[in-house]
Each structure stands twice: as C-alpha cells, then as structure tokens.
C-alpha cells in the first residue's frame, strides 16, 4: 500500500476503482484493532462506480505505531483523513466508518462539514453525555490498553473483522486504547442535530451494544435513515457482504441521484 507522509508519520493507504476517481469518493475508515482488510470483501462491489479509499489508522496495520500521545488524539486522526483526502484530490467525499471509525467519521463532519458529501456510520455511537458512562467507556479502554501491552497481538477479541493477519506487533493498539479510543468530552453526540448530510445508519441485529446508538444517531440527525442487518454482529459488512454491500450501494445511488438532479 502506498504510504502517506504526516510529518514524519507514515499513514498507509490504498485507491480502489477506476483510475480518475468514479462516481463518488468513498472514505473508508475501520474500526478499533481491525485495520482497512475488514473491508477487503466490500471493494469490489464498493469500487464498481466508485473510488473508494482505506487507511490504516496511526497505531494499526501498515501505518505507523508512534510512542507519542499526541499521535493519537481525535483531532490527529480527523487531520489524516484530511490529508488522505487532499492527496487524492477529493474536496469532498462519502465517509464510512466502523465502530471507532464511525466516531470519527461524525468528528471530521463536524470539523469539516463542506468535505462531507454523505456519513455511512457502520455499528458505531456518538459518544456518551453521562460522566459515569463515558467513565465505565474510558475504564475498558484501559483495560484493552492494558492486555495490549502484557499479552501483545493475544489480547485481540473475537470479532470477525480482527480475524487474519493484520499488524506487526500490539504498542500501536495499546497507545491507541489508551488515547484514541477514549471519549473526552459529549460535543460529538450533542451536535448530531447539526449534521446535515446524507447519513446510513448501519447496524447489525445481534450487536446489542450497538442497536440503542444507532436509533438514537438515525433519530437525531436531520436526514439519516437506519438499516438494520439480519444475522450479522458487530461487523456486518463481514458477516453479510452482500446485505452491506446493498444497502451502501442503494445509498450511494441516492446521493448520485439527488447530485444530478440537483445540478
């Protein structure tokens, strides 16, 4: 995959689709502990009519692992999906995001909302305004820091997209639970009502976690809509491709629909 200099931070990505770009620009951005190959089943049905971009995040995959805090704030992430975006030369594109990737996909439109064409937010929440639960939130992400760092790669949970080979040792997990994975404040699920784009909530039926945000992200942004996968968990677009793969690309049509309308 090529690789993206970020002041001295190497940032891994890669281009699906026809050269010059397609349709749309689709940002993909994984989960927490998986990296870009959990959406290796997608590209080719994501990349038919699009360009599609995957990334790693700092601290995941071929991406770099630094050992500084600042590497992995929320706003040092949200910057390198800018700069994926500018080297592609994307003004604006879709962003897709898994779990942590969905949280970060609604922090860059908050942050960038001219760059945001449509969100697909895949099993993801905005956050949480309970001081004791974004405490009991931030307390597992100490402990997933923490397994990290005495068991290596052997702390990875279960979920089908960590399954495979996918980074080359756990110090970039650990930093990432311990920093990125923390929630630090309720501005991301206090302004869901002024997300104005396009946005697919997808969520699987079994991911009991997950269903309640969901709802509550599709309720409050002005102009979502939820799909809710059946048989599928945490990652659905792994548990069912051609389910995910559908319903994202009946998304993607709308958008391309309303665009040419409107033009």
Known sequence: MPLLDRAGVTISYAEHGAAGGGRDTVLLTHGFSASSAMFAANLPALSARNRVLTWDIRGHGGSDYPADEASYLPATATGDMAAILDLAGAASAVLAGHSLGGYLSLDFALRFPDR??????????????NPDARAGWNAYADRSAAAFSERGLAALGGSPELRGPQHRDATGLAMA????????????????????????????????????????????????RQVVIPGAGHAPNVDQPALFDAAVLAFLDELAAARGAAS
Do not use: N
């Open 177 to 224: 639970a311990r920093f990125l994975l923390k929630q630090y404040d309720s501005h991301v699920l206090d302004a869901l009502h002024t997300i104005a784009a396009p946005a697919l909530v997808v969520v699987g039926a079994d991911d009991s976690r997950f269903l309640a945000a969901a709802g509550h992200m599709a309720s409050k942004m002005p102009a979502a």
């Open 116 to 129: 945001v064409r449509g969100l697909i937010l895949i099993d993801t929440g905005p956050g949480f305004r």
